[in-house]
């Protein structure tokens, strides 16, 4: 699935990142690399300490609302009969960055990688 069409900065030209294209890679600013001129492109600082700080606080609240799901069901914390819930959190995780790179697309602006 392509994402939504942005420009290159370096060559003013169309490009269509994908949704993952959009989540910083570990260890890297590579994140996209222009199909036209053959520029390495990352997202600006800016969105990236948004990117943080919104993640940080969505996963905060996602561990307080499972824990307290747990405690509403009955279901002791620190026992082994809290796994029937954890497909429901790995899918919750992936929904989680999935709805951190659409976020990355409204926010973030793309820029070249100097070196």
Same mark, same amino acid.
């Given at each position: 699935?392509? *994402? ?16 993952? +294209?959009?989540? !910083?890679? !570990?260890?890297?600013? &590579?994140?996209?690399?222009? $199909?036209?001129?053959?520029? @390495?492109?990352?997202? +600006?600082?800016?969105?990236?300490? &948004?990117?943080? =700080? /919104?993640?940080?606080? *969505?996963?905060?609240?996602?561990? /307080? ?6 405690? $509403? ?9 809290? $796994? /029937?819930? @954890?497909?429901? =959190?790995?899918? $919750? ?9 659409? %976020?990355?697309?409204?926010? =973030?602006? @793309?820029? /070249?990688?100097? %070196?």
């Amino acid at each position: 699935m392509e *994402g939504l069409a942005v420009t290159c900065p370096c060559c003013s030209q169309t490009i269509y990142p994908r949704t993952k +294209d959009y989540l !910083p890679r !570990p260890g890297t600013f &590579k994140q996209y690399r222009c $199909a036209h001129c053959g520029a @390495w492109l990352t997202i +600006d600082l800016r969105s990236r300490i &948004k990117l943080i =700080a /919104v993640s940080s606080m *969505g996963c905060l609240v996602s561990c /307080v609302g499972y824990v307290e799901l747990l405690l $509403a069901l009955g279901i002791p914390v620190r026992e082994y009969k809290n $796994a /029937v819930l @954890w497909p429901f =959190a790995i899918v $919750a995780f992936f929904f989680g960055q999935y709805a951190m790179a659409r %976020y990355m697309q409204k926010i =973030a602006q @793309w820029k /070249v990688i100097e %070196y």
